[in-house]
Each structure stands twice: as structure tokens, then as C-alpha cells.
């Protein structure tokens, strides 16, 4: 029986790692030896692109938590602004007949007809749109009227 050489020991070839794995009985590690490190060569688009990601979730997660942190300190809070269009006072005057509760309409020859006003029902005054009456200027959030479509 012919008696053959020891064979070389095999090397594991990859462009990720530094240097080649030795795969010989030999070549079990003890806990002194280093293990190989492992390249990863990452262009600068790749980095720029993974910052991206990272940015958008934590905007994502961020921005929403910060609104909501916001209505709940805006809701502790008491409002007292005046309302703007009305000045605080919950009507505002009619646009019809600027606040006089009368509309004249000149009908042609010299003849003009007063009536009452057909927008405020003579009154010369409409409750304010915007505070509902109220006085008080509302919050953002609170002058939409969210509407479930279920």
C-alpha cells in the first residue's frame, strides 16, 4: 500500500474577510487564538442611504408623539383668547344689512322698499361662526368638525 503526502490545508478564499480561513484538524480555535475580522466596505451612498432610513423612522415615530404630546398640554391649559372675528362678544353683524336689520331696495322711480332683513330675521346681528357664540377663540383642532365616514 502506497503511503500518499499530507495534503496541503485548504484556505477559504472571500473578498470579506482579511485574511484566509485555515481548515486543516489543526486548525480547531483555543480561546487565545483571534478570530478573522470581516471587512464591510460600504460606499458613501449606502451610508448616506441608511441615514436616511434611520431619519425617516425616527420622524416617523418622532413627530407624531410630539403632536400628541401638544393637544394634551393644550387641552390642561384653559382658553381664554377672545375670539377674533367677533371680539369676544359671540355675534357678529350681519353682512346683508350691516347691522341695521333693514334692506332697502330702490324698485325704480324714486320708490324705495324697506324690509326686514331676510338674513338675520331683522335682528342686525348673527351668531359668530367661529366660537359658536361663545366668545372664546377656539383651538386648531377644536373648530374642525371630524366627521367618521363608517
Do not use: W
Not at 470579506?16 to 486543516?24: A, E, G, L, M, V
Not at 436616511?52 to 416617523?60: M, P
Request: some cysteine; overall charge neutral; charged content about 20%.
Amino acid at each position: 500500500m502506497p503511503v500518499s503526502a499530507p495534503s496541503p490545508p485548504r484556505l477559504l478564499q472571500s473578498p470579506f474577510i482579511h485574511r484566509p480561513i485555515n481548515f486543516t484538524p489543526s486548525s480547531f480555535r483555543s480561546p487565545a487564538t483571534s478570530y478573522p475580522r470581516i471587512k464591510a466596505e460600504l460606499d458613501p451612498n449606502t451610508v448616506v442611504a441608511i441615514s436616511v432610513g434611520v431619519a425617516s423612522v425616527a420622524l416617523g415615530i418622532g413627530i407624531p408623539v410630539f403632536y400628541e404630546t401638544q393637544i394634551d398640554n393644550a387641552a390642561k391649559r384653559e382658553n381664554t383668547q377672545p375670539c377674533f372675528p367677533c371680539n369676544g362678544t359671540g355675534a357678529q353683524k350681519c353682512r346683508l344689512c350691516v347691522g341695521s336689520g333693514n334692506v332697502t331696495v330702490e324698485l325704480g322711480g324714486g320708490e324705495k322698499e324697506v324690509s326686514n332683513c331676510i338674513n338675520c330675521d331683522g335682528a342686525g346681528s348673527l351668531t359668530c361662526t367661529t366660537c359658536q357664540g361663545s366668545g372664546v377663540q377656539p383651538r386648531y383642532l377644536d373648530r374642525r368638525e371630524f366627521k367618521d365616514d363608517d
